[in-house]
C-alpha cells in the first residue's frame, strides 16, 4: 500500500494519481475497482464499496447494496448483487446515509465518529470506526432534481483509530471522486446490458418453445382436417355439390399452407436446438434444382402467374458434399420466395465456382428489396413490407432456415437487389474436391 504524508503536496501526489486512475482503466470488476482506489490508501485503512438505489430523494428512502471490501489488504466481494437491504434497517447505516445526502461536496469527512455521531461501528466494517472519509461517485447517466442524491454508490475509507486527513489526502479523494464515478458508471451500465441481455435470450428461448410446443399440438389435428378433406374430395362420403365441393377444396387447400407454416417453425425450432443431423454425400447441385423447380411449377399453375423458371447448368461445376434434403429446402426456400414476389418473367437458377465453393445464384424479376430490409430479411420473423406480405402470406421463417441450413453446411447466403428490378438470391456450398482436401492425411 502507498502511505501518504501529511507533509506531501497535490504535485507530488500527481504519479500516485496517474497509478490509481490507470489501474482504475484496466478495472474489470468492483473488488479491482476498490484495489485500485486503495492504492491511495496507507495500511491503517479498510475500503467498503456499496451500490446505492434511491426510491425517492430522502435520505433514508432506499436500499444499499455492499459489493466489495479491502481490509489489511485483503480482497473479498459479496457476489450476491441482487441482495439488498433497506437503508432505515440498520440505524448506523441510517446516519451515514443522512450525514452523506446533507454533504454537498463528493467526500464527505470525519475525524472522530463517535464524538460527531454517536457511532462506534458501522455493520460493513467489523473492525469498528473511528475516522471515515466517504467519496460519493456520481450518477453520471441521471441529473436528479436535487444535486444531493445524484450519486448512486459510494467508497467508505474508515480506520479504527482516530486519523486526521491531510490536505494531500483530501485532494486526492477529490481526485478520485470524479474519475472513479466514470468508472463505476459504466461498469454497472455494462451489467446491467449483459442482464437485459441474459433475460431477452430467456424471454426468446421460452418464446421458441411455446410456438414448437403450440405447433406440435396444432399439426395432428390439422392432418386429420387435411385427410378427411381429401376423403370427401375423393368421393368416399358420395358425389357432392359444386359449391360444397368449392368449400372443401378452400378448407383443403387452407390446411396444407397452414401445415406447412406450421412445419417451417418446428423445423427452425430444431435447427436452433441444434437437433438438425446432417446426411452429407456427393450431390449435383443441379439435379437439385431440377427437383425443386418440378415441385413448385404447379404453385405457379394454381396461382395463374406468367412466370417461367430457368435451370442453367454449367458443365464446369463440380459434385457439391451437401446434405441433398436440406439443400433440397434451401432451393424451393427460394424458389417460393421468387414465386411469391414475382408475378411475371423469368425466375433463373444459375451455378459458377468461387475458388472450391460452390456458388447457386436465384434471380426473379419481382419487386425487389429495399437496401435497409436486406440486412434483416435473413432474421426470423422478419419479412419486407407488411403490406406485401399480407398479400403473399408466410410466416418470415423461410429466409431463416434458409440461412441456418447453408451454414450449417460451411456455406454462407447473402442477397443483392433494388427495389422495382428483382432479386439475386446467392449461397455456397463446399464442393466434394474441397472435402477431400480438408480431409487428406499427410
Known sequence: MVKLSGNDSPGEGTPLMWKVNEALLLASDEREILAAVGLCADHNASLQLFYVDWISQQPLDGFIVPVATLDNGKLSSNRELHNKASIKEFTDVSA????????????????????????????????????MAAIKLQNLGQVEENANYNWDAVICFVWSEPHSFSNEERYTFAAIAQ????????????????????????????????????????????????????????????????????????????????????????????????NVHLEREATSLVDVANNAVREIMPMIEVQHKQLGIRVMPSPVLRPAWVDRTRTHQVVLNLLSNAVKFADHGVIEISFYLDGEQLVVCVHDEGIGIE????????????????????????????????????????????????????????????TLQEQAHETAIY
Open 179 to 274: 474519475f472513479a464515478s466514470a468508472v463505476v458508471a459504466n461498469l454497472r451500465m455494462h451489467k446491467e446490458i449483459v442482464a437485459n441481455v441474459t433475460r431477452l435470450q430467456k424471454l426468446d428461448k421460452l418464446k421458441d418453445e411455446f410456438l414448437y410446443s403450440m405447433s406440435h399440438e396444432l399439426r395432428t389435428p390439422l392432418g386429420s382436417i387435411i385427410t378427411l378433406s381429401e376423403a370427401i374430395l375423393a368421393g368416399a362420403d358420395g358425389e357432392i355439390a359444386g359449391n360444397l365441393r368449392a368449400d372443401v377444396e378452400s378448407i383443403h387447400d387452407s390446411g396444407h399452407h397452414l401445415y406447412r407454416m406450421i412445419a417451417d417453425i418446428l423445423d427452425f425450432a430444431s435447427i436452433e436446438a441444434g
Open 371 to 430: 437496401a435497409d430490409q436486406q440486412a434483416v430479411i435473413f432474421q426470423k420473423f422478419r419479412q419486407v413490407n407488411g403490406s406485401l406480405t399480407r398479400k403473399t402470406g408466410g410466416n418470415g421463417l423461410g429466409l431463416a432456415i434458409c440461412k441456418q441450413l447453408v451454414e450449417l453446411q460451411g456455406g454462407r447466403i447473402w442477397v443483392e437487389s433494388t427495389s422495382g428490378q428483382g432479386s439475386s438470391f446467392y449461397f455456397t456450398m463446399p
Open 96 to 131: 451515514l446515509m443522512t450525514a452523506l445526502a446533507a454533504c454537498p461536496d463528493p467526500v464527505w469527512y470525519e475525524e472522530n465518529l463517535p464524538v460527531a455521531m454517536g457511532l462506534t461501528a458501522i455493520c460493513f466494517f467489523p473492525d469498528g470506526c473511528q475516522s
